[in-house]
């Protein structure tokens, strides 16, 4: 039994370890540039073109994943005041702030390298506002060649023909000759195949792990567990070989666990009994992401499905990179992120959760600073409420300003939540035997 | 007798209830929470259970009506005693505790002139509060540290102008001891504070002796009587600091709504305004929670709010809401942010508002806030009842009546005199349920 348990952990670890390493040796050609030569483009996770980028030869640095990285280091507070200290309003995104605050700071990446300047700034997803507020004052200060893409808003929930006609338009004038000028190489529409090719690979097992979640006990978190297993998609990696071998083992790894009738793995261990199955939506607090992922397996409340987990893509929706129509392709997968779809999609989407995942409630994490995806979610809720039946809650925190994470009152909503959960299955068991 | 109690540990004051196995609430105690949870849930039960004895007490003395005083009469008397004995207890541990901080020689005063002047203090003392226990004395609150603290500012100032020493000196000891006073568990068996009191209502010629040996004699058996703490249910924001298993422990939010629920089996929809939580609970025919919403981790708003308001204004917290009902212009205040609030209020002051007016704009700057939490949880639906500290509150009360009637029309609006103990309550009967259901 002892050794079956090392086995298993060994395993965990081999995938843990993967994208640990992976996610680092980005960072370390990114902060080596000097010596290998590499041009650098940033750009955001929602809509990201790293297949295309990648083979122009580029390297991909992503100022959000970099505040992510300094929130969870517990950094990202000062980056924070330092922003606001140079007159950024309390009120502006913190990813924003936190990345102002990291350039003010040296721009220091977490292998304790300064970054690169970016050689282009490519912002391929305009969804989100504040991406282009925020790259225009990346453009301000690094005065470096600058392309956004406009990406048209799924307004009647559907990609129509039109937009994508206008997105490919944009890949051909505007994004290709940028990344041809600045890369200073031509464009190949063999290696962008290929690379879409792998993406597509990676992509099914990884939406084989996130759906594995539909069994019970769900051997894993879709949501906390989940960031980790995103890591490489959603950062350097779609397209790569690596990423095709790290989602391989980890899909291993979920076959074993459910084989074992195992839940999800926690930084408190593996966890106990299952007792709330949860669908969430919003994307995490980074400041205090283990303490709030704690107040959820303490009470064995599991994630099996998440909105968040697609913001680096609707996989499982069934978006696959497409090496056949590759720039076709692309402009559906910029079209089609998340908080681009019009509210009743999103409804639709969560709706659907509830149930092919059989969740006992519905979570939004709502965060303060930032409306593409807090707009609207009260009434997201109260519609799933009236459509499934389970109840709803909010919680209220922010994405990486440690100020806006009051821990005992989120602690209050969960238990509150997770017993609320409880009393109304009782209470529907009395009035079933009635 | 099996004893279902419940503990709900808020911010600003911690409430106990007392249940019997019927679900039939026998008593209700509360103190305020101070720095110690651990004395606070102490001190809330021991009230809790005494209130208990003294329903007990009723219900003995209404079987055997042989007494020439009514029921409430010798209650009344009682428990006027009763808190005076427990009073001075307290009021003697005071004298100790500031007797020792005095003969430490931390002070540039002599420790002989500060024992002098601290004699002294507590001999008005002790006269001035005995006072406040006589038949048809009215009390501020009930909680020592609030009734001992106002006249020992008055008595310590007389005393030190005659020592000629700063009274600060004597403030500061009283600062110092009145915590660890509190600090101090309550003693569990109370019997014999009982019967102190009974003694001293005889020796005032309150009670007449042939009255005197029925009521010793009924309490005497009602003391007799084991009050089994059977199961503990705590909650509240100190609900962790609890020393029970997890599982004696449920969400406020559960226990509001079930409370709620026992008083006003109709309602549908509580508002639970406390010290830091505004609350909007939904709950169905059973009382059990189909929604919620509450405030984000800021606390503008919440009871806390109107605590600053009144310091603002050198008001007592419960001079509040009687300024505010004078009020006869509408004046509106925008920001619910305490610190905010603070600043719109001198300038509201230096405008030439009248006092009442701003008041009651502050109030009503409240109730629109929990109008927005309530909505969020999805509106409000046959009865309303409010709960919380807040409720007991006139002005807040009427601004609710006012926008309920605006939002929602005619609706039952349910507040309780003791709404307070609304969260306590629902935390018995889950205390009840477990061993019971």
Redesign the interface.
């Known amino acids: 039994m002892s050794a079956k348990i090392e086995t298993l952990e060994t395993q965990k670890d081999s995938s843990m370890l993967m994208q640990k390493e992976m996610i680092n040796s980005n960072y370390d050609l990114l902060t080596d540039t000097a010596n290998n030569g590499k041009k650098v483009c940033s750009t955001f996770v929602p809509g990201n073109l790293n297949e295309l980028i990648q083979s122009f030869g580029m390297l991909n640095n992503l100022p959000e994943t970099n505040a992510i990285q300094n929130a969870m280091r517990q950094q990202s507070g000062d980056m924070i005041q330092t922003a606001e200290r140079m007159g950024h309003s309390e009120d502006v995104c913190t990813y924003v702030k936190a990345d102002i605050g990291m350039m003010s700071k040296g721009n220091i990446a977490p292998n304790g390298k300064p970054m690169p300047n970016p050689d282009l700034l490519l912002l391929s997803y305009t969804g989100c506002f504040t991406f282009m507020k925020w790259f225009e004052l990346l453009r301000q200060e690094y005065k470096c060649e600058t392309v956004m893409l406009q990406v048209p808003y799924q307004g009647d929930g559907e990609i129509t023909q039109n937009m994508r006609d206008f997105v490919v338009k944009q890949l051909k004038e505007e994004v290709i000759p940028a990344l041809e000028r600045v890369s200073g190489n031509k464009f190949d529409i063999d290696k962008l195949r290929e690379n879409m090719r792998r993406s597509a690979k990676a992509e099914d097992d990884l939406v084989w792990v996130l759906e594995s979640a539909k069994n019970k006990p769900s051997p894993i978190d879709a949501y906390f567990g989940a960031i980790y297993y995103l890591g490489p998609i959603f950062t350097a990696f779609r397209g790569t070989q690596q990423a095709v071998d790290y989602y391989k083992v980890l899909r291993q790894e979920i076959e074993q666990r459910i084989k074992n009738g195992q839940g999800p793995i926690t930084p408190g261990g593996s966890m106990g009994k299952e007792k709330y199955r949860i669908v969430m939506e919003g994307p995490p607090n980074w400041t205090n992401f283990r303490e709030f992922w704690k107040m959820f397996y303490d009470e064995g409340a599991v994630v099996v499905a998440s909105t968040y987990t697609k913001v680096g893509g609707v996989y499982d929706q069934g978006f696959r990179h497409d090496a056949d129509n590759p720039l076709e392709s692309l402009a559906d997968y910029c079209l089609g992120c998340y908080t681009n779809r019009n509210l009743p999609k999103r409804v639709d989407m969560l709706e659907k959760y509830m149930n092919d995942y059989e969740a006992d409630g519905l979570l939004i994490n709502s965060i303060?600073s930032c409306n593409s995806f807090s707009a609207g979610q009260?009434m997201m809720m109260?519609e799933i409420?009236k459509r499934t039946g389970k109840?709803?809650?909010?919680v209220?925190t922010d994405l990486v300003d440690p100020r806006?994470?009051?821990a005992?009152?989120v602690k209050?909503?969960l238990?509150?939540y997770f017993?609320?959960i409880e009393?109304?299955r009782q209470?529907n068991m009395i009035a079933s035997a009635r | 007798m099996k004893c279902f109690i419940g503990i709900d540990l808020g911010s600003t004051t911690t409430k106990a209830v007392v249940m019997d196995d019927t679900g039939a609430p026998l008593g209700h105690g509360i103190t305020n929470s101070r720095s110690n949870y651990d004395t606070a849930a102490l001190v809330a039960k021991t009230e809790a259970l005494i209130s208990a004895r003294l329903v007990l007490l009723r219900q003995s003395l209404d079987k055997s009506s042989t007494l020439t005083m009514s029921t409430d009469n010798v209650l009344y008397m009682l428990e006027r005693h009763f808190r005076l004995a427990q009073f001075l207890v307290q009021l003697d541990n005071l004298k100790r505790l500031c007797g020792e901080k005095a003969a430490t020689g931390n002070y540039k005063e002599a420790p002989e002139t500060l024992n002098t002047a601290l004699e002294g203090t507590f001999a008005a003392l002790k006269i001035e509060l005995s006072k406040l226990f006589e038949p048809g004395a009215v009390r501020k609150s009930d909680f020592f540290r609030d009734l001992a603290g106002t006249v020992y500012m008055e008595v310590a100032e007389d005393q030190a102008a005659k020592q000629d020493i700063k009274s600060d000196t004597l403030i500061n000891i009283y600062d110092k001891s009145i915590i660890e006073v509190e600090n101090i568990p309550p003693a569990v068996d109370m019997s014999e504070t009982f019967l102190i009191a009974l003694n001293s209502a005889l020796a005032a010629e309150e009670i007449k002796t042939e009255d005197f040996g029925k009521v010793k004699e009924t309490l005497t058996q009602v003391l007799a009587i084991e009050l089994e703490e059977t199961y503990v249910v705590g909650t509240g924001y100190g609900r962790a600091r609890l020393p029970f298993p997890k599982d004696h422990i449920r969400s406020e939010i559960l226990c509001h709504g079930l409370g709620a629920h026992l008083m006003y089996p109709k309602t549908r929809t509580v508002l639970d305004i406390g010290g830091q939580d505004t609350k909007g609970i939904q709950v169905d025919e059973h009382g059990i929670v189909v929604n919620f919403q509450m405030n984000d981790r800021c606390a503008a708003g919440c009871g806390r709010y109107l605590g600053y308001i009144a310091d603002e204004m050198q008001l007592g917290l419960h001079e509040l809401g009687p300024l505010a009902m004078k009020s006869t212009k509408k004046v509106s205040i925008n920001s619910t942010c305490t610190v905010f609030a603070g600043a719109e209020l001198r300038d509201r002051l230096s405008l030439g508002e009248k006092r009442e007016d701003i008041i009651a704009g502050l109030h009503r700057a409240i109730i629109l806030r929990s109008m927005s939490i309530l909505s969020r949880s999805g509106g409000v639906d046959n009865e309303l009842t409010f709960t919380g500290g807040v409720a007991k509150n006139e002005a807040a009360v009427k601004e609710l009546r006012l926008l309920v009637q605006e939002n929602y029309g005619d609706v039952t609006i349910n507040i309780d005199p003791d709404s307070i103990y609304t969260g306590a309550l629902g935390a018995a009967e889950f205390a009840r349920r477990a061993v019971e259901a």
């Open positions: 303060k009260l109260q409420e109840p709803g809650a909010f209220e806006y994470f009051s005992a009152n209050n909503r238990e509150s017993q609320m009393q109304r209470g």
